[in-house]
């Protein structure tokens, strides 16, 4: 069951050394989410071979800036000419449904589907939804307008039966559900098998942070405390930290500060100013504080494996 | 002098087989003009190296259906970024200065240079723009929504002296500018050399029709007739004639009879419904009626040669 991250844009507000604005998908197990939605989201979806789009049911936005919305119309256009009829539900900061309803009146565009615009609070971290896979949680960032993180985490699965328990006790097919939830079981002779003994434990929930425009900002330590992947922004090196400063956005190096913290699993660096064509000092200078990071480029798949706590 | 047209997108609603919304650059001469802005279209331009893009001074949409206006956003704000400063002029049917202003608004936007906002009377052909190179009148479209396509017409150019004839008769440089305007010269022994003897005539002007998306619509053909290059979208086949007829498109068939009505020189096929990866059957049904057809795609460069009327 597949937890995986793939990065259709990359690169910061100006499209530059072909990459482009941000986006990404994320599939948790059966679910499909869009992260941000950059001009040419629907193209990029295309590039990297997402298959089933129409099932991605939940749009999370971190802020208004066109680098971050610009292909919703595009995309939520092309969903209705192919008939979409499933709803769709879209998390952001305030300000986006008036935005989205002026572009549809404008160009005549009458969707095939219901959106509900769900505007979330920037301020404080709130858990904002949930499926039967997964939470999503915000993490206020600081950007110089309302700007919003988002955590993803698996939820816990019920334990595993051990396959070969099941052959070795003779257990009924219809006992499994409730020795999985907890209970023991008793074989014909009389003798009870623990639960313990018959399961081992589901995988640890796995999770993915997505930080991004930040200013450097260390109280998201806590929030993203352990999260198997962070892709936190880095639109800047250190040698132009002045402007990092200035457009409240953050280096290289003070991402890795926050993954080191954090103690991540793997940091993703991008969203990337169009000076850098060449992503390598950005990675080495993420890589000297916490050396699990990766410069991301466009079309990369970033695949979580379970750590099993035992086995 | 270029006279040149660039394909940047050719797909019609919905991106598909690679392909993208409309977006075309047309240069003539030193001028260069964006027409339409699909999705995506600062990036085709980028992939297809189109240079000096912030000397683009006019930008004509033909409608605002979003498959050739969503790209707006992205390029004005980009514009911004880069710091433009020249004004901009946006020429469309009514509605885009009020879409533009709410996206602008809510995505935090402010232009570094002034924007312009020329709406176009759609029911009537008009001239609309001119400069030192070129002049650019409306094409009453027909489409379910107010739409207009572009005529770009060159200027006729003064005669060229003929450089030879410089020499020979020794024409003072200052004496240039009135033989090509039609003046005689007078040589210091006293006889009369005739302009006509001078000079050869400027080529002819050359021409492009930009015509989409709209319905069959054959009173277009006194407007365009004899132009160099005609644009007419072929979103179907006449297979496929009767989503033509439902959804006001054109066939390959019928955008062909308009060519060979207008005695156009050349006529480039596009805005194809995603059904047609393999462009084939579009351009063979256009060139069984106008053999001089050609079914473009992403990147093809047309150039208008000068046809001279004396050589």
Redesign the interface.
């Known amino acids: 069951m597949p937890f995986r991250l793939t990065i259709l844009g990359c690169n910061s507000?100006?499209?530059?050394n072909?990459r482009?604005?941000t986006a990404q998908i994320l599939q948790v197990r059966k679910s499909l989410f869009l992260i941000d939605c950059g001009?040419?989201t629907?193209?990029r979806m295309?590039d990297f071979n997402i298959h089933g789009r129409e099932r991605i049911g939940q749009i999370f936005i971190s802020h208004?800036?066109?680098?971050h919305?610009?292909?919703l119309?595009?995309l939520l256009?092309?969903y209705s000419?192919?008939n979409r009829t499933n709803d769709l539900t879209i998390f952001s900061p305030p300000?986006?449904e008036?935005?989205i309803n002026?572009?549809l009146?404008?160009?005549?565009?009458h969707l095939s589907y219901a959106v509900n615009f769900v505007v979330v609070d920037t301020e404080k971290s709130t858990q904002i939804f949930e499926d039967k896979q997964v939470t999503v949680t915000t993490i206020p960032l600081k950007h110089g307008?309302p700007v919003t993180g988002y955590l993803f985490r698996e939820k816990k699965q019920p334990d595993n039966i051990i396959a070969e328990k099941i052959a070795e006790y003779d257990i009924p097919f219809q006992k499994i559900k409730a020795i999985k939830a907890g209970e023991n079981f008793v074989t014909a002779e009389g003798k009870t098998i623990t639960h313990e003994e018959l399961t081992e434990p589901a995988p640890e929930p796995r999770s993915y942070a997505f930080c991004t425009d930040t200013s450097y900002k260390p109280d998201i330590v806590p929030l993203i405390k352990n999260v198997d992947l962070l892709y936190h922004e880095t639109t800047f090196t250190t040698e132009e930290g002045v402007h990092a400063e200035k457009y409240g956005h953050s280096t290289a190096a003070q991402a890795a500060e926050i993954a080191k913290a954090a103690n991540v699993g793997k940091l993703i660096c991008g969203h990337y100013s169009a000076r850098y064509g060449d992503l390598s000092p950005i990675e080495k200078e993420a890589k000297s504080i916490f050396p699990n990071s990766k410069a991301a480029d466009e079309g990369d798949v970033f695949e979580v494996e379970f750590r099993r706590t035992k086995c």
Do not use: C, R, W, Y
């Not at 507000?13 to 530059?16: E, I, L, N, T």
């Not at 208004?64 to 680098?67: F, M, Q």
């Not at 009146?105 to 565009?109: E, F, I, L, N």
């Open positions: 507000a100006v499209p530059a072909g482009h604005p001009e040419g629907q193209l295309s208004l800036h066109g680098d919305i610009f292909g119309p595009g256009t092309s000419l192919n300000g986006l008036e935005m002026a572009v009146k404008a160009s005549g565009a307008m």
